[in-house]
Every structure is written in C-alpha cells, then in structure tokens.
C-alpha cells in the first residue's frame, strides 16, 4: 500500500484532484442551481432585496472558487497528472477566471443600475453567467471522472 500513487505524486495532491472538483460542483448546484432561483420565490422578497442578497452570496461563492481553482492548480502541477486532467484542469481555471474578471463586474454595474431605479433589470448578461457556471459544471464532472478513474486504476504494488 506504500505505493499506491506514483512515487512522484502525493497523497495530497491526489486526494486534493479528486476532492476539490467535488466540493466545487457541490457549491455550484447549491448556490447557482439551487439557492438563486429560490431566492425571488420567498415570500417577501423584493428585487432589491433579492440582488442584494445574491450579489453578497455570490461575490463569497467566487472567492471561494478561487481559493478552490488556487489549489486545484498547485494539485494539479503535481507530478502523476495526465494530459487530459490538466487540460479539463487548465479549461476549468480559464473559465472561473473569465466569469469572476469579465462577467461579475458586468453584472455588478447591471445589479447597481437596477437598484438605482435606472434598469428595469431584463439583461442576457445573466445568461452568460449560467453559461460559464454550465461549462464548469460539465469540467467538474470531467475531473471527477478522470480523478476517480485514476484513483480505481492505480493497484498497490
């Protein structure tokens, strides 16, 4: 059992390749699939309520992600990754990068307008958001089965 990863890899590193696509495919469908949609069906709620409390729920869900690409990345440049993981890993970095950089600001002016009473709020950026959360849930399953396949084909020597 000594040898249940190649001597290059981690346990660490390993573990963490195969938890953190996890824990961030946990927290999409929770948050963006789950919590979002719900949030405007509350009794009470109103819309500057609502983007109030998803631009705060939101803007910690990045942060998050980040932390969880950060370490996603240094998992990955470990040794014992193949191509296909670190290319689903690299797409996967690229487009967190792009939702929190491009599409976040761009929403956040739009949330800013709407509770300013200057937007009505009827926006396609909204959908580009589902878009880009969309592509990283089909990149975090891609992971977790590239993980999980290596962890199931690795025999101790």
Do not use: C
């Not at 948050?31 to 069906?41: G, N, R, W």
């Not at 970095?93 to 929403?107: D, E, F, N, Q, S």
């Amino acid at each position: 059992m000594t040898h249940f990863f190649s001597t290059n890899d981690s346990r660490l590193a390993a573990g963490a390749r195969l938890i953190l696509p996890a824990i961030w495919l946990g927290l999409i469908i929770g948050i963006s699939l789950i919590e979002a949609p719900l949030k405007f069906t509350a009794p009470g709620i109103t819309i500057p309520l609502g983007l109030g409390i998803g631009r705060l729920v939101f803007g910690v869900m990045n942060w998050v992600e980040l932390v969880i690409g950060v370490l996603l990345l240094w998992a990955m440049l470990k040794s014992g990754v193949d191509r296909a993981y670190r290319g689903v890993a690299s797409g996967l970095i690229a487009v967190l990068i792009i939702k929190v950089v491009v599409i976040r600001p761009l929403l956040n002016r739009r949330t800013d307008a709407v509770l300013a009473g200057v937007d009505d709020g009827g926006s396609a950026l909204h959908l580009f958001y589902i878009a880009a959360d969309g592509l990283l849930i089909l990149g975090l399953v891609a992971a977790l089965v590239l993980a999980v396949r290596r962890w199931v084909t690795i025999r101790p020597q």
